[in-house]
């Protein structure tokens, strides 16, 4: 059974998200059909109304996949952000589409490209900027 939580996306993040996804090519847009269903089923609040424990656009999350024991730590960023650096996670990645909106504590089941699905779970919110007042980031 697929695991899909009730998530929670900022006013800012949704306007910014859908004018990123209008931007795709065609070719791009339609690998991301799961972040733009995940959007249309997210509960929208302002930036200031955010609850502090859920992962928004440059948030700093750790998280595993699966089971495994790994674990990693990571930014949630627009493709704008990402620098080649391992500590940044495109929101247009099955990861990053996946952890977006979510709680501590909470998994979700997600499928990519492939056909594969794995489970991502939200370990700790390292940094959120909401929580830390920066609201228009």
Not at 80 to 88: E, L, V
Not at 122 to 135: F, N
């Amino acid at each position: 059974m697929i695991m899909k939580p009730k998530i929670v996306v900022s006013s800012l993040d949704m306007d910014r998200l859908e004018a990123l996804l209008d931007a795709l090519p065609d070719a791009q847009a339609r690998g991301q059909d799961a972040l733009f269903e995940e959007l249309s089923r997210a509960e929208v609040v302002e930036p200031a109304e955010m609850p502090p424990d859920v992962v928004t656009m440059n948030s700093r999350v750790r998280f595993i996949i699966d089971d495994t024991a790994e674990e990693f730590d990571m930014s949630l960023a627009y493709p704008k952000d990402i620098d080649g650096s391992a500590a940044r996670l495109s929101i247009l990645t099955p990861v990053g589409s996946a952890l977006l909106g979510l709680k501590v504590g909470e998994s979700i089941d997600w499928t990519r490209q492939d056909g594969a699905t794995f489970t991502v779970t939200v370990r700790d919110l390292v940094y959120q900027p909401e929580r830390a007042g920066e609201l228009h980031r």
